[in-house]
């Protein structure tokens, strides 16, 4: 985790910004629940326990901040709360998502599965990709157990 927050670091001082404590708190909450898909407010009440003088205003910042710079992603599943996702280092892309619209879980899918559909929007359209998103709704594997049991 510290060698991830180092990296970070250096990217916020690229951009002329400095890893403040309340900074360093936000990321570490997002490195230690990164399979959580996080809003602000549960990655702010996180914060709170690590730098209880942290605001919400200052977490909303940060986490616009880590969007701005590409360290994390904001997203939204269609329940209207925007959620923070850390982009895994070298990710060239988004990664996927799979969505089940039983139980609200989330599985995330690393692989790039678009990488010949970009090739087709830029060479048909001339359009240069620089990134994309993918949620894919449907039914999860433990769902349709229960769904076969009953």
């Known amino acids: 985790m510290e060698g991830r927050i180092g990296r970070i670091k250096a990217q916020l001082h690229e951009a002329s910004y400095k890893l403040t404590p309340q900074r360093e708190a936000t990321v570490r909450v997002l490195l230690e629940n990164e399979k ?4 602000a407010e549960e990655v702010f009440l996180c914060v709170k326990e690590i730098a209880p003088d942290t605001g919400l ?4 910042r940060t986490l616009e901040l880590l969007t701005e ?3 994390v992603d904001k997203i939204n599943f269609g329940d209207g709360v925007s959620r923070y996702d850390l982009r895994k ?11 089940c619209l039983e139980c609200g879980s989330v599985e995330e899918v690393q692989e790039d599965l678009l990488e010949d559909v970009e090739k087709i929007i830029e060479e048909r359209w001339n359009f240069l990709v620089k990134d994309h998103r993918l949620t894919f709704q449907g039914i999860c594997s433990s769902c349709k157990k229960q769904t076969k049991k009953a």
């Open 36 to 39: 959580d898909h996080l809003s």
């Open 57 to 60: 205003a200052t977490v909303y």
């Open 69 to 71: 710079l590409r360290v």
């Open 89 to 99: 280092e070298g990710a060239k892309h988004f990664h996927h998502h799979l969505l």
